[in-house]
């Protein structure tokens, strides 16, 4: 099945949609069908994700067509570390990643055990050309900035279907403290809606990140309503691409 896109006027650059297989299989949909949603949409970003699923089902996957059709369209494609440990090196060189922050932790921490070390022995960790971490703490957002990331999810900011009783969540509040004290691009993730974005823009983030709306029958009206609502916020950060 080869992914149709039909493209609006404009891109919404502030959006970016996580394709994401294991929420994909819940909702029994399929992949290519997600992914036509979003960038039939012109989202800004696309995040292919795979993490908490069966490595069976991950491996069955054509992850070459969905990157193709990905890199057809005019939205960005980001690969997150769930996709990435699937594929061979040649094919993710140069690609856009994004990590958990469990992964950043373990990164900060080899690094600066590295750092100890003579230069002859030194280990060389695998540097994406660009990456963005997920974040749920001051500290994580810090780490991230200082160890070169482009971008930054926060999460939960919302209560969510998806995920419920995750939290607590940030809010407008928490969004706002977050960045006040990076400098990165921070996108709310979680809970993501034209009710609760109202508001996000004068936070000091620049966008929000959309997954379980892709789900949905009615997804292209949600995002519309999303997009429309987004107009009016005053976004102050600019995005990676």
Partial sequence: MSVQVARPQRAHTRVIAIVDLQSVLAAELSMETVLERALAQRVGAVLLRAKGVDPEQARQLDWLRLIEAIERSESQLILHESVTTRLDASTIAGSWEHWSSASLWKHVERSAFDAEIQEASRAVLRKPRCFGVSAHSLAEL?????????????????????????????????????????????????????????????????????MGMLAHRRAAEELQRLFQRMEDEPWSRQTPW
């Fill in 142 to 210: 810090e780490h991230a900035e200082g160890f070169g990331a482009s971008w930054a999810f926060v999460s939960p900011f919302m209560p969510t279907a998806s995920k419920p009783g995750y939290g607590p969540t940030l809010g407008l509040p928490g969004v706002k403290e977050l960045c006040r004290h990076t400098s990165l691009p921070v996108f709310a993730l979680a809970g993501v809606c034209a009710e609760t974005v109202l508001g996000l823009g004068a936070t000091g983030a620049a966008g929000v990140a959309v």
